[in-house]
Every structure is written in structure tokens, then in C-alpha cells.
């Protein structure tokens, strides 16, 4: 079965600080990997997509890196803020003729401490 | 910029009610994905509509069915609802340059319907 796995389930760190949030998949067949933001009862945002071919992307203080080969990859932010405060999903689109959608890890849920 | 619209934000129904979820995706967006989120859940892709006919089709029970009309907008109907259908339910849109599945378009979440059965 294709599965996500995110480590940790749960972070909390002063701000200011730089973090780092991992995310694993079971099947390096996929075509592009999303982390997405989840504040409470929200719907989700899409902060970056690194498709199969790309190693990395980048957005303000975000950086997302794909090692599709050990199965990877990792989201870091830099001088976080409370407002990071969220939970941050990370989601594969599995490309073994799999189904349409996501397949989304359960999350890592961040707080920020002021 | 317009964003993905759901309606209605909450819906409280009893067991074997039905029920009927909407989602309006973003212009010229024309294709429209279904999740289910349960509590302290990871969304689980349930449908997927691209053009107006179904594209694939995920974990979604015998009891739900969906569809996109011609303005694009879809609607998920669910019948002889279930307690453990208590779940937000999230609309999603893409643009897509052809048949293909999406690869390279981010998708756009709606905030999502709050369905409770009781």
C-alpha cells in the first residue's frame, strides 16, 4: 500500500528558530510531491509542489527538497514566526496508476512559541 | 483572487438522512477533486470529475455519488448517512492541460462542508 509518513507528529519550538519537518513515501514512482498548511477547521494551502524531476523549491522563508530515490523529503522553515502556527501536511501523487488524488501524510502539527 | 467556494460551510444531519455538499472551483479551473478529512484524520481522496465526467475514483462508498454540471461546479451526494460519515469534506480545483491527471498544478482547497451525523 502507498503510504505517506511524517515525522515529527507534533513540534514546538521558540521563535525565531529554524525547523525542519519530515515527510517519507512508501513507492518513489510519483509524479510531483505538495506541502500544504493546515490552520484549525480550515481548508488547506498549497505552499510548494517539487515535481518528480526537481530536487528542491523555494518560497520567502520556506524550502522544500525531494530525494525520490530514499524516498524523502523535507520542508524547512526559516526564522519562524507564530503566525507558522499550523499544521503542515505533506502529500505525494503517486504515479503507479494509482488513483487521481493525494495520498496525504498526517501531519505535523507546529507551534510557534512568541 | 476567487477562490475554491464551498456550501455549506456546516451541516448537521440525523442517521439515513441524506445530503448534498456543493463546491464551486476557481475560474477556468476545470477539474474538481473530493476528500473526506475525519476527525484527527489525513484527507482521503474520495472522487475526481475533469470536464464533466468522472476522471477516478478514490474511497468513496456505494452510497455517495458525485458529479460536475456545465458551469463546472460539482456536487457530492450522499445518502443513508452513517455516523462515521461525520467528517470535513473538501472540494478541490486544478486547471489541467489535457486528459492527463494534473502533474504539474497545484490543487486549490475550498474551507471545506463540516458534516456531523447524529
Known amino acids: 500500500k502507498q503510504e505517506v509518513t511524517q515525522i515529527p507528529a507534533a513540534l514546538s519550538v521558540p521563535e525565531g528558530e529554524n525547523l525542519v519537518l519530515n515527510c517519507s513515501f512508501t513507492?518513489?514512482?510519483?509524479?510531483?510531491l505538495q506541502w500544504f498548511r493546515q490552520d484549525p477547521g480550515k481548508g488547506l494551502t498549497s505552499l510548494l509542489l517539487?515535481?518528480?524531476?526537481?530536487r528542491e523549491q523555494t518560497s520567502g522563508r520556506l524550502n522544500a527538497s525531494l530525494d525520490k530515490s530514499s524516498g524523502r523529503s523535507t520542508l524547512y522553515i526559516a526564522a519562524s514566526q507564530p503566525g507558522d502556527s499550523a499544521t503542515y501536511l505533506c502529500?505525494?501523487?503517486?504515479?503507479?496508476?494509482?488513483?487521481?488524488?493525494?495520498?496525504f501524510g498526517k501531519g505535523t502539527h507546529l507551534i510557534i512559541q512568541p | 483572487a476567487a477562490g475554491v467556494i464551498q456550501s455549506p460551510r456546516h451541516l448537521i444531519k440525523e442517521k439515513r438522512e441524506t445530503a448534498t455538499l456543493k463546491c464551486y472551483p476557481i475560474?477556468?479551473?476545470?477539474?474538481v477533486y473530493w476528500y473526506q478529512q475525519g476527525p484527527g484524520q489525513d484527507p482521503q481522496f474520495l472522487i475526481s470529475?475533469?470536464?464533466?465526467?468522472?476522471?477516478d475514483k478514490g474511497s468513496i462508498p456505494d452510497r455517495f455519488s458525485a458529479q460536475q454540471f456545465s458551469d463546472y461546479h460539482s456536487e457530492l451526494n450522499m445518502s443513508s448517512l452513517e455516523l462515521g460519515d461525520s467528517a470535513l469534506y473538501f472540494c478541490?480545483?486544478?486547471?489541467?492541460?489535457?486528459?492527463?491527471?494534473?502533474?504539474?498544478?497545484?490543487?486549490?482547497f475550498g474551507s471545506g462542508t463540516q458534516l456531523s451525523v447524529l
Open positions: 478541490a480545483s486544478s486547471p489541467r492541460t489535457g486528459e492527463h491527471r494534473a502533474t504539474n498544478e497545484k490543487l486549490f
Open positions: 513507492d518513489s514512482a510519483i509524479y510531483n
Open positions: 517539487i515535481q518528480s524531476s526537481q
Open positions: 502529500a505525494v501523487l503517486y504515479s503507479g496508476g494509482g488513483a487521481d488524488g493525494l495520498t
Open positions: 475560474p477556468r479551473h476545470d477539474t
Open positions: 470529475f475533469y470536464e464533466k465526467m468522472q476522471s
